[in-house]
Every structure is written in structure tokens, then in C-alpha cells.
């Protein structure tokens, strides 16, 4: 197994505050291990939503609401399933795993400023 590293740019149009965008890139199947988030001067009412698309299903990876501080590379996490296809729940002992991702990776952003690029995601795979 082996990295690959990915990054997606948003570009943000609308009014301050209220300018929003999106934007993708394809990938392969794999686990995500890292995640970085640049914020570009904007303000600290933007919304980063990051979902992965995979075979018509949808799942969102992380949420970031009224943020504009970056985020270093960090791991992400989730919730395993069990043996009867029960999400594990969160706690203590909750046994959390890396996303599993492939297809679509989609970062939409909202309630910022108009830039380009507004927001910078990286994240690196584990393929």
C-alpha cells in the first residue's frame, strides 16, 4: 500500500458573508488519513463541508460551521459498524476507523467572502 496525495481549490462568488462554492476531484478507493484545511482570509462565519460520493451514495466526512482558522493535517475518524451492520457508538470504547473513500470527493463552502481560492482542502489516501 501506498499514499496519494490530493488537494481540492474552492473558488467562492456572492456578497461578504454570504458567498458561497464547490468543487471536486475524482478518486480512487482507499482510506483517508489526513485531512488540511487553508482558509484564505476568509471570515469566521464560513461553513467547509467535506462529502465523498461513492457509487450513487453519499456520506459527509466533516463538517467545519463558522470556522476560518486553519487546520493542520489531521487524521479524521468514524465509527465502525459491527457484526450486524450497526453503527458502533461513539465513545471511550467505540472502536473508530479511517474513512473508507472512493469516487467523488466534493468540499462545499458557504457563507464566506468572493475569492479564489477561498478555501484549500488537502488530504492524503491510503490506496
Known amino acids: 500500500m501506498g ?5 481540492v481549490e474552492v473558488t467562492t462568488t456572492g456578497g461578504a458573508g454570504v458567498a458561497a462554492g464547490a468543487g471536486s ?4 478507493h482507499g482510506k483517508l488519513v ?14 467547509v463541508t467535506l462529502k465523498c460520493k461513492t457509487g450513487g451514495v453519499e456520506k459527509t466526512l466533516l463538517t ?7 487546520i493542520p493535517l489531521q487524521t479524521i475518524h468514524e465509527a465502525g459498524l ?5 453503527a458502533v457508538a461513539a465513545g471511550k470504547n467505540a472502536e473508530l476507523v479511517d474513512p473508507v473513500v472512493g469516487g467523488q470527493l466534493t468540499v462545499d463552502v458557504a457563507q464566506a467572502d468572493a475569492g479564489a481560492p477561498a478555501v484549500v482542502v488537502s488530504f492524503v489516501l491510503e490506496v
Do not use: C, F
Not at 489526513?34 to 461553513?47: E, F, R, S
Not at 459491527?82 to 450497526?86: A, K
Open 82 to 86: 459491527d457484526s450486524l451492520g450497526v
Open 64 to 70: 467545519l460551521t463558522d470556522k476560518n482558522t486553519d
Open 34 to 47: 489526513g485531512v488540511q484545511v487553508d482558509y484564505k482570509g476568509m471570515p469566521a462565519t464560513t461553513d
Open 25 to 28: 476531484v475524482g478518486i480512487p
Open 3 to 7: 499514499t496519494r496525495a490530493y488537494s
